[in-house]
Structure formats: structure tokens, C-alpha cells
């Protein structure tokens, strides 16, 4: 039995991810910069690689993050993903919960760094228009927030919509941003809530739409999945599911999902699983296999439990399905953390040709994750710019940059070196650096 929380989704219009800042969060401490933006690098200049924004811009579909054990990839995710809880939920949740259950948490390895505040910014590209919002918090209050927009025009400049500084507020522009005066006059923000979700809460239209960006972020890690293929199912039938995990040669022929209520849940199973939550349900998934006979023949069908009598690999794979079908239906940004858990390489690389293909993704659907597998360094499948690193170094700092940026003597990453090697040698950063351990033998056991 797999237990999960029931949730409604909701995202307006297809949108995609240009640019994420974060500083001073867990390990990252001075500012570091994320970008789907694609260089003019010359591989891959087709369609399947690149959306094109304009004559000028293009955004990537997939990239990919590779580090060392505890080098702060998971972090980056953990920004984004703080990030998106607290533009939706600042109304409802207090910033010192935030800090109190460690999910927001500073640079810890510097003198002061836990009095200063982390910092947040993102560029998203809705609807033909570009949309630049941050702020930053500390442990008590928002100290600062902001809203730049430009519309995917040639010369068009970008503008302020709204600055903010502790609970100061100037609304520059009201024509486009007058669902702000009023709130901001009656004084309906909190010294710890954004007034970016506080209009969204009213409905404003501007803020409606940078909020509902938020929503379509994604994310799926192995100890905090999200139910997206369940609501997949129950929205629109095993379908779209099934026929992911039969590209997958799972042997898997047909399932069913039995939606088991709170109340009907064995006390044994609560217990073992140490949730107390009444808004969860318990859903039991059976997935059907074929039953030969000697000569190869079928001859009927076994229905396993997917919780019980199938690996972790299908299992993982089964969670994922669901947020690739709602990314690539709406247009949304899917983040995995540590994809290659369980998953063989060749299957890894087939979801990021799907989401590559213009066929599958027409809605410019992108695919951001951190992996060990390096088979996806070679032969070029990915660009220069499609692969990132994350390194920690003496101090506990994590550094943030793409192969493209790399340089060593002066000289960057050539598109005709394999990059797959070069990276088990080192040459890139971003690998463990292992020393010999140390065993008592003439100790007892």
C-alpha cells in the first residue's frame, strides 16, 4: 500500500524557466546563477534541443547536474523548492516555521552568515512575456522583494512593477500593477508574507500569473514523492501510463489503482509508516503480468502489488511517470533529484529524448536533474550548456557552473572531447576525492 496526501493542481498557460538565483541558502553562499538560456554554441542548433524564444533567445528543454556525494546538489533543488512553497503558501505559513523545521536554512560555515538573509530570484518566460521576481528573508521577516517585467518584444526594456524593503513598498507602475495599491495602502501585507502571494490571494491578474509559474514547478525525489501519477490516473485513466511503462519493458501489461480511505487503513500500517495525518489515503496499485506456459505461450495474467512485489526501480519509475505526462502536457518544469536511482542508463537517456523531441514536447516542457550516470556525457547527446556541476570546496561552499563556462589554463571544453572521460579523470571538478580508510584489526569485534 502507498500512502500519499490528495492535492488539486492548478497552472494557466504554458510557461518556462529562464533563469534561478540563490545566496547565502545552505551551501551556497555568495550568489549563484542557474541558466535554461542556450549559448551560440553550434551542436544541437535543431528544434529538438532548442525552444526558441526569439531571433535572439532560445531555451534549453533538459539539463542535467553532476557533483560529488554531499556537494550541494540536492540543495539547489531545495532552493527552488523553498522558493516555490513560500510564494504559494507566505499567506498561510509563518517564515519562523520555515527556519524552525530547517527548510530554510542559511550559510552556516561563515561567521554571521546565519543573521544575513538568503535570497531568491527567478525568471520566468510566460505567455510571451518575461517576468523577473525574488526577495529575500530571513528567519523573522521578508527584508526585500521585487517584480521586473518585459514583454517578448524587440527593444522593449524592462520594468518595475514593485520594489520592496522590509515593509516598505513603492508600486511604480500602477496602470499594470494597481491590484497592488490597495493592499498595499490598507496594509494587508505581513512583515513575513510576499506580497506577490498576498495579491495572488485577491486575485490580482499579474500576480495570478507569476504564482501559477510557481505551480508548475515539479519536483520528485525519492523521499518526498508527489502523487502526480495518481491524480493522472484518476483524472484521465491508465492510458498515458500504461503506455510509459511499456516503453520500458517492464513486463507490465495492465494496472488498477484501489483508493483505500483513511479509516480503512490497517493501524499497522499507519504505524509502520509513523503518519498520523488524517487528510491522507492509501492507494493500492496492482500491476497485472502475463503467465506462460512451457512453449511461450499466454495463458493468463498475475496481479502484483507495486508496493510489495515490485522493485524499487519500478516503483520509482511508476512515481515519475506522472509529473513527465502533466510536464509535457502543460508545458511545465519537471526537477528530478538523482534519476539514475534504480533506473537503468538507457532509460534515463529515453526520457530525456522525449522531452528533447519536438514530437512529444510541443509546449516546451523542461526537464532539470542531478545524476551520477555519465553515459549521458557521450557521444554529444548533450550540449555543452545542458551540463552542469556543482563542487564544495574547503569551506564548505558549493560553486555552481556549466561545462560550457569551465575553462582550464584559459581554454574551454572543446564540443569534439569526450566529455564522459573527462570528467572520471577529474578535469572538470565536481568528482570525490577519495583517500585510503583506516582499519583496526587488532581490535575486538
Known sequence: MILCKASVIFVLGENMLVEFKVSNFRSFK?????????????????EDYLYEVNDKLSLLKVSVIYGANASGKSNLFKAM?????????????RLVGYYHHHILQPFRLSVGGEKRPAFF???FYISDT???YGFGVDSKKVVSEWLFVRPNVPHKKEICYFYRELDNFEVLNKKYF?????IVKKGKVRSDALLLTTAANFNGEVSLKVFSAFESFYFLHRTFPFPLTFMEIEKNGTADVLSFLRMADLGIDDIRVQVVPWEKIPEEVKKSV???????????????????NESGQALGEVWFDLGVDESEGTRLFFEMIGGVIVSLRRGAILFVDEIDSSLHPLLVKKICEIFLSKRFNPKGAQLIFTTHDVSLLRDSFLRRDQVWFVEKDNFGISHLYSLLEF????KKVRKDES?????LLGRYGAVPVLSEPKVSYDKEE
Not at 34 to 41: E, G, P, Q
Open 178 to 182: 494597481k491590484e497592488s495599491v490597495d
Open 81 to 93: 523548492l523553498f522558493m516555490k512553497d513560500f510564494v504559494l503558501h507566505s499567506v498561510e505559513k
Open 419 to 423: 566529455y564522459e572521460k573527462g570528467y
Open 407 to 410: 575553462k582550464k589554463n584559459g
Open 274 to 292: 509513523g503518519i498520523t495525518e488524517k487528510t491522507l489515503t492509501g492507494r493500492i496499485v496492482r500491476i497485472s503480468h502475463k503467465v506462460y
Open 130 to 132: 518575461f517576468y523577473r
Open 30 to 46: 555568495g550568489d549563484t546563477t542557474f541558466s535554461m538560456v542556450a549559448s551560440s554554441i553550434k551542436e544541437h542548433r535543431d
Open 121 to 123: 530570484e527567478v525568471i
